[in-house]
């Protein structure tokens, strides 16, 4: 009889185990899933990152390489394409698109808006040409006439953006909803993006940028 008792006690202290054993094997299962999850949605952030990382790169690389037969600065370029088409400058870019160029876009008196493309190692003009598919809606006219009020003109935002660096860009921004001249420089290895006030033409760092220029 105690024989018996011993084996059903026995029996079912297994079972217990089993049971217990066989929930902690569950539990494992269902963490090791979360873990697999996390992992899977740590690694796509980290993806998303490292492809933003290589795009910048990219960026500064064409930057860079666009400026080594650039003799004439962005303020130059700027003058250069007033001189020729006098108005309002709203931005210049040094556009390297198998014939590098500085881009230069005037808005004349009348709304007209021109690109004048002035030759990176002259200056010469190259040409112009009326920009007839951007029509200036609500925001452009906004940004002109906060452009033409302002202290500081594009050809001085690219002045004192030169500080930074070698400017390979500057235009109007108002993507953190202040109006202001935004250039982008390239220095070394570095690359780096600035905000420059319309009324005081200091020079900040763009809080989206993460460039190591100084």
Do not use: C
């Not at 200056?123 to 009326?130: D, Y």
């Amino acid at each position: 009889m105690k024989r018996n008792i011993v084996i059903a006690t026995l029996t079912a202290a297994a079972l217990a185990t089993g049971g217990t054993v066989a929930a902690f094997a569950a539990g494992d299962d269902e963490a090791t899933a979360t873990q697999r999850q996390t992992n899977t949605s740590v690694q796509a952030a980290a993806d998303r990152d490292d492809d933003s990382a290589d795009d910048r790169d990219d960026d500064a690389t064409e930057d860079r390489t666009a400026v080594r037969g650039a003799d004439v600065t962005a303020a130059e370029a700027i003058a250069a394409a007033l001189k020729h088409t006098p108005g309002t400058a709203l931005s210049a870019d040094l556009d390297d698109d198998g014939a590098t160029a500085w881009k230069v876009s005037v808005v004349k008196g009348d709304g007209t808006e021109y690109d004048v493309r002035i030759a990176p190692d002259s200056g010469k003009v190259l040409g112009a040409q009326r920009d007839t598919d951007d029509d200036q809606d609500g925001d452009d006219r906004a940004e002109l006439a906060a452009v033409k009020g302002a202290k500081t003109d594009a050809r001085e935002a690219a002045l004192a953006a030169a500080h930074k660096g070698t400017v390979t860009e500057v235009g109007i921004d108002d993507d953190h909803g202040t109006v202001a001249w935004s250039a982008e420089t390239v220095k070394g290895t570095g690359h780096g993006e600035w905000n420059v006030a319309l009324d005081t033409g200091k020079v900040t760092q763009d809080r989206d940028d993460d460039g190591d220029d100084a």
